[in-house]
């Protein structure tokens, strides 16, 4: 079996099994992502619109795939018919776009809105108050092609693994708020995806439901 294949089966076995784990295969190879799937991984997340459709179009019919990265509206058409989680909707305008071309092909397209903790700068996301804030507005709620189905996040990048508890400790609590005002009666709001290679134990420690790995099973990038 080739790396990334034992590689998966060892994260695998050290999540918890009942937390999800999300395969971050982009700027990876399709023959890596067959080497896991054979492996069986059947959840691959990528980042990039192109790149997911030109390596869905050569992998078996039962991967499911999950948009990972920054989502630009005008790309929403080429994922919506099939993608199984929009992991970082980062505003209005996405989530209502994603909402319209589900809509069109007949589904709910399942998506996360994504809060931005970290100390980055750079990074999407609605901060804390921004996310309340639509919430409150409850536009959201005429979105019917989307399902929101949780939070997402990303802790800053650093070696401060305080730092990233109390960042991953925060959406934890924004999740449990806005699950009591808004989601109480809908089961499908429940996903918290947080965590990643170096970070998700400490994810899981503060209530992570969905990991995203890649370079512990697919080995570093080359951007
Ligand atoms: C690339 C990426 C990951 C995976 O990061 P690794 O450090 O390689 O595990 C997870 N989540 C998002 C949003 C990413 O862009």
């Known amino acids: 079996m080739t790396d990334a294949g034992h590689n998966w089966q060892e994260v695998r ?54 948009f990972i990265g920054h989502l630009q509206p005008n790309k929403v058409k080429y994922i919506a018919p099939f993608v199984s989680l929009i992991h970082a909707v980062d505003t209005p305008k996405l989530l209502a776009e994603i909402s319209k071309r589900g809509k ?4 709910r397209v399942p998506c996360l809105l994504q809060v931005h903790v970290a100390r980055e700068e750079t990074k999407f996301g609605f901060s804390p108050e921004e996310l309340l804030a639509y919430l409150a507005t409850r536009t959201w709620r005429e979105q019917d092609g989307a399902s929101i189905e949780g939070l997402m996040c990303m802790a800053s990048n650093t070696d401060d693994m305080a730092q990233v508890e109390a960042e991953f400790k925060q959406v934890a609590r924004l999740f449990d708020e806005v699950k009591g005002q808004y989601f109480a009666d809908n089961p499908a709001f429940r996903l918290r995806s947080y965590g990643m290679s170096h970070d998700w134990p400490v994810a899981v420690a503060c209530g992570s439901n969905l990991v995203r790995i890649g370079t512990r099973i697919f080995g570093e990038r080359e951007y």
């Open 13 to 66: 076995r050290e999540v918890p099994a009942d937390i999800g784990l999300v395969a971050v295969s982009k700027f990876h190879p399709v023959n890596a992502l067959l080497a896991a799937y054979d492996a069986g991984c059947h959840t691959f997340g990528e980042s990039r619109v192109q790149e997911l459709c030109a390596k869905r179009d050569l992998l078996p019919a039962d991967v499911e795939w999950h």
């Open 104 to 107: 069109q092909c007949g589904r």
